[in-house]
């Protein structure tokens, strides 16, 4: 099954392996430089916008499933 998701920039992004794409978006939501920079707060809007989509379609995944 072909899943496409579109990102804050309006950008489609194919999901193939959803639990990896999880496991990703989870790691780069929180990801911070040390000192931070200007754009850190715009990136982690961008990963938690897309760890919320992802973890919305898992849901529909399990919903779907008859669990």
Do not use: C
Not at 14 to 29: H, N, S
Not at 37 to 42: A, G, I, S, T
Not at 47 to 52: C, M
């Amino acid at each position: 099954m072909k899943t496409i998701l579109r990102d804050l920039n309006g950008f489609e992004i194919e999901v193939t392996d959803l639990d990896g794409a999880l496991e990703q978006t989870e790691l780069m939501k929180e990801f911070r430089h040390d000192p931070p920079k200007v754009l850190d707060e715009q990136r982690k809007l961008y990963w938690l916008d897309l760890y919320n989509k992802l973890l919305e379609l898992k849901g529909k995944q399990y919903e779907q499933s008859g669990r």
